[in-house]
């Protein structure tokens, strides 16, 4: 909680801002400081998914940690960047001069307000103990453990509360460790509020070009502002990061089915193997995403399924070393311990599941009223003759309800109804990723609702 | 069609609009709070936190960081017989300890014990106490 491990903080959140600036080069490119600045929350995403990939494989393997491997992988990465530049020149979009909508009325009032959301947020981390549960039971724990040992301690990660849970937050906060200093658990917190400052410069950043400020500002602040987010979104544990890195995939999904930029769909691709080696719960995110995404592109499927399906495989081809990690150690837990198929012996829970989970998202206490918004503006976009994103997003919420609803039917040890007590039913935390979707898609749908198209076509 | 697609946005922009700009006051003024609260806090509690719920004595713990090499080994002892104790303290005050006092490692074999309220006299090894809370709280050394 020093000076030092404020600056220690800064500089690693500033090297990983680094890798993924490094990535936006190869795959798209900037025409301007100014087009770089607007990209500059999406690189940083770039960079913590590449970076956080790299360092989680680096670990399984064997490669010891420490702040040399650490600069070592950020600075081979950025190098890897750099060389691929020439052969994915073909996937970088012609960056012309496009309709930029400029430091509007809106963007400056409603860009004020979001700072003051984020400085309120900075306060209220700067001095935070550690007192999320699952943060100090095995999140940070594990973080430390690669901190103090240099690697996937073979006693601590046995031991540990859920030892199958992946480690790449655990691996970047212990690469924060390495900068800061020490182990500091308490400027730890303030991680978070970089992880949230750059999902919403991200979302603007890439927003920004295609859709009118207007619609873009007020959901990103009810959703910063959401009772749940503005009270969670700190704690030193993986549910938001991997909200984040899923609806950023989802967003660039989104804008990839509409404008068929291929680097939009590359850029998709680290992010998605990041929420896969982030929780448990990234393999049924990055599914619904992806069949989403599928079912949204089935008029265009000879073209896109083939690519949806080469992303998908290369990300989850990196998620692939740590199950061999944790089942050649016997690990187990990533599945209900009934299995993943004996729904049908617990039929009771089916619609107490399902109510749980509705329930849990149109709660105003929780997320406002950022859920029923989602919906009404999918209805907008089908009422005013858009499809793809409507489809896409319909058939996202469906699906991560779907998935939400097995989840809490699935593990008969989770208790029903719904209750806001995390460690009775985790629903709470797991709806976030839909809440946190919809500032990033929302925006889009009422674009499209009110210009009746999809989406522009000279936006890359 | 158009109209009424371009009349549900304009209502979700203003319903948008004015949810957050109440909810932004309520959030800064709770954040606010908090971020009063932490700094009000003092070094223990600040750095003791989620354990504040179930460690009933902090110099036990401080205690054991002191005597305890980094390189070193300990073993939670748990038991009912710690006055002051929460209904979380005897089942997680291990997890707890593990948390706080790495890079020392639990060892059931371990040469320091720390006994929160345990029967020493059960112990399955001579120790001796080398620091005593009083409240049933005690760090021993085990007897090679």
């Known amino acids: ?460 | 069609m158009r109209r009424l697609a371009r009349a549900g946005v304009a209502a979700c922009v203003l319903v948008a609009i004015a949810f957050g700009l109440v909810q932004l006051v309520v959030s800064v003024g709770r954040l606010g709070d908090t971020a009063e609260t932490n700094a009000s806090a003092n070094y223990d509690d600040r750095e003791f936190a989620g354990g504040n719920s179930l460690v009933v004595d902090k110099r036990a713990l401080y205690q054991a960081r002191a005597l305890i090499p980094e390189d070193g080994t300990y073993h939670v002892v748990a038991g009912p017989s710690v006055e002051g104790a929460t209904e979380l303290t005897e089942p997680y005050i291990d997890q707890y300890a593990r948390y706080f006092l790495m890079p020392r490692r639990p060892d059931p074999e371990a040469e320091w014990i720390i006994c929160y309220g345990c029967d020493r006299a059960g112990l399955e090894r001579a120790a001796v106490v080398v620091w005593d809370g009083g409240n049933g709280i005690s760090i021993l050394e085990a007897q090679r």
């Open chain 1, 1 to 460: 909680m020093t000076v030092r491990a404020l600056l220690g903080l800064t500089a690693f959140n500033a090297f990983l801002l680094g890798v993924g600036v490094a990535t936006l080069a190869a795959l798209r490119g900037w025409r301007s400081w100014g087009d770089l600045a607007r990209c500059a929350g999406l690189a940083y995403f770039l960079g913590v998914s590449l970076f956080g990939v790299v360092l989680t494989v680096a670990l399984i393997v064997g490669v010891p940690f420490s702040m040399a491997s650490v600069l070592l992988i950020g600075v081979a990465l950025s190098a890897v960047a750099f060389v691929l530049r020439a052969p994915l020149a073909s996937w970088r979009p012609s960056l012309s001069p496009s309709r930029e909508h400029g430091l509007g009325a809106v963007t400056f009032v409603f860009g004020v307000l979001v700072v003051v959301c984020m400085e309120a947020l900075f306060r209220a981390g700067r001095l935070a103990g550690l007192s999320a549960w699952d943060a100090w039971a095995f999140w940070v724990p594990k973080a430390k453990a690669i901190y103090f040992f240099g690697g996937l301690d073979e006693q601590f990660f046995r031991e540990l509360v859920n030892p199958t849970y992946p480690p790449l937050l655990p691996a970047l906060e212990a690469s924060a460790f390495h900068f800061m200093g020490s182990a500091d658990v308490v400027t730890l917190h303030l991680q978070f509020w970089f992880l949230a400052c750059g999902f919403a410069a991200a979302v603007v950043g890439l927003l920004a070009p295609r859709v009118s400020p207007i619609l873009v500002w007020p959901f990103l602040l009810l959703v910063l502002t959401a009772p749940r987010v503005a009270g969670r979104n700190l704690d030193p544990q993986a549910d938001f990061l991997l909200d984040y890195l899923f609806a950023l995939a989802a967003l660039l999904l989104a804008l990839w089915l509409v404008e068929h930029e291929t680097w939009l769909l590359a850029a998709a691709c680290p992010l998605m193997a990041a929420a896969l080696l982030t929780k448990r719960e990234g393999l049924m995110l990055v599914g619904c995403v992806v069949m989403a995404a599928l079912v949204a592109s089935w008029r265009d499927r000879r073209y896109a399924w083939p690519r949806l399906g080469l992303v998908t495989a290369v990300a989850l081809a990196a998620a692939v070393p740590w199950r061999i990690w944790f089942s050649s150690r016997e690990l187990t837990g990533e599945l209900p311990s009934a299995g993943a198929l004996a729904l049908f012996d617990n039929l009771d829970r089916a619609w107490p599941a399902f109510e749980s989970v509705v329930m849990t998202l149109f709660d105003y206490d929780l997320w406002l009223l950022i859920v029923p918004l989602a919906l009404a503006a999918i209805v907008l976009g089908f009422v005013a003759g858009a499809r793809i994103v409507p489809t896409f997003a319909l058939a996202l919420y469906a699906l991560v309800t779907t998935g939400l609803t097995w989840v809490l039917w699935a593990f008969t040890e989770l208790e029903l109804p719904f209750v806001q007590d995390e460690g009775v039913n985790p629903i709470v935390r797991l709806s976030a990723s839909l809440v946190v979707t919809s500032a990033a898609l929302v925006p889009l749908l009422l674009d499209a609702a009110w210009r009746g198209a999809d989406g522009r076509e000279d936006t890359p």
